[in-house]
């Protein structure tokens, strides 16, 4: 079945560390989102992607970084320098052109805490 | 995008009908109503979404006014399973480009015995 896999689905770190968070798709989606959700809040934009070796900030990019050599994978860095990681990291895909009438598919998401 | 505004959580007994409102007042006339629903712990999940006609598919009915302010989400038969808190987004459907959504806090429905 298509879909998307987040990996792992909870990880530690240890304050001060970078840490990336892996998103693959088979769906054969062009467009990649990366959001991060906290405790009781809505779903806040990171960083999304439209097509391969493209990508756009989004509300919240600061302390992040992305990259996009294929259009299967969309890994999200968490770097040292995001001041509050901890939180739940999830990742969607869209294809473009069909969005307005299948939606987006979500990723199971990444539980990160920094201790 | 325009701002949507639900009620924060509401109740339904299983088999009935559960009945989400969304207030969007300032929507544009190219802008689409979209609804997702969250499992705890889970990715949100895509519902169903319309311009201004009515839709309705296996999982829900999207009910739209006619002046296009305000629209309810119906699940006809709520079961236990539908207990999620459910997203009312509404933005413009733009083909051919990547569409960023954004997700207030939603409605919290919960489904009791």
């Known amino acids: 079945d298509g879909g998307i896999t987040q990996s792992p689905k909870y990880l530690f770190r240890k304050e001060g560390q970078n840490v990336t968070l892996s998103c693959e798709q088979n769906l054969n989606h062009d467009a990649m989102y990366w959001y991060r959700q906290d405790p009781g809040q809505g779903l806040r934009l990171i960083y999304y992607s439209q097509i391969v070796n493209d990508f756009q900030k989004g509300d919240i990019a600061e302390g992040y970084s992305v990259s996009r050599e294929k259009k299967e994978s969309f890994p999200l860095t968490v770097t040292s320098a995001q001041k509050n990681p901890t939180a739940f990291y999830l990742c969607?895909?869209?294809?473009?052109?069909?969005?307005?009438?299948?939606?987006?598919?979500f990723g199971s998401g990444t539980r990160l805490t920094v201790v | 995008d325009a701002k949507t505004t639900q009620p924060p959580s509401m109740d339904c007994a299983e088999g009935r009908a559960a009945n989400l409102p969304c207030n969007h007042s300032?929507?544009?006339?190219?802008?689409?109503v979209y609804w997702y629903r969250q499992i705890h712990s889970q990715g949100p999940q895509y519902i169903i979404h319309?311009?201004?006609n009515n839709e309705t598919n296996e999982m829900a009915s999207l009910i739209i006014t006619e002046d296009r302010k305000s629209s309810t989400l119906i699940l006809p038969h709520a079961t236990l399973r539908d207990t999620a808190v459910y997203y009312c987004i509404v933005r413009v459907a733009e083909t051919g480009t990547a569409s960023k959504l954004t997700f207030g806090t939603g409605t919290r429905l919960q489904v009791t015995l």
């Open positions: 969607a895909s869209s294809k473009p052109r069909r969005a307005e009438t299948y939606g987006y598919t």
């Open positions: 319309g311009l201004k």
């Open positions: 300032t929507i544009s006339g190219n802008e689409y």
